[in-house]
Nanobody
Framework: QVRLVESGGGSVQAGGSLRLSCVVFGYAVSRRCMGWFRQAPGKAREGVATIHTRVGVTNYAGSVKGRFTISQDNAKATLYLQMDSLKPEDTAMYYC?????????????WGQGTQVTVSS
């Protein structure tokens, strides 16, 4: 059974940093596309970053490019999101997600989320 467990969220002032982690159980992280998404109150969920190490591709939303870095440790089955230069508009619930197959980034599995709050 696939299970994703996020951690690392919290409250930080603008300009600060946080690192989110997502431990994945029952899943081959080295072969499949993984991603981070976020949802702020009253807004639609949006993609933040994706990584597909098997094909060597990472992608970022324009709003976080240059500030956030996605990475993964296959030995630890863990996905990370390093968030620097945080802004109040980064405040949201952050979710990690995993694709359902080896060949695309259609996300089938989701974690419960971790809250990030950035104050000005």
């Amino acid at each position: 059974q696939v299970r994703l467990v996020e951690s690392g969220g919290g409250s930080v002032q603008a300009g600060g940093s946080l690192r989110l982690s997502c431990v994945v159980f029952g899943y081959a992280v080295s072969r499949r596309c993984m991603g981070w998404f976020r949802q702020a109150p009253g807004k639609a969920r949006e993609g933040v970053a994706t990584i597909h190490t098997r094909v060597g591709v990472t992608n970022y939303a324009g709003s976080v490019k240059g500030r956030f870095t996605i990475s993964q440790d296959n030995a630890k089955a863990t996905l990370y999101l390093q968030m620097d230069s945080l802004k109040p508009e980064d405040t949201a619930m952050y979710y990690c997600a995993a694709a359902g197959s080896d060949y695309d980034c259609n996300f089938t599995y989701w974690g419960q989320g971790t809250q990030v709050t950035v104050s000005s």
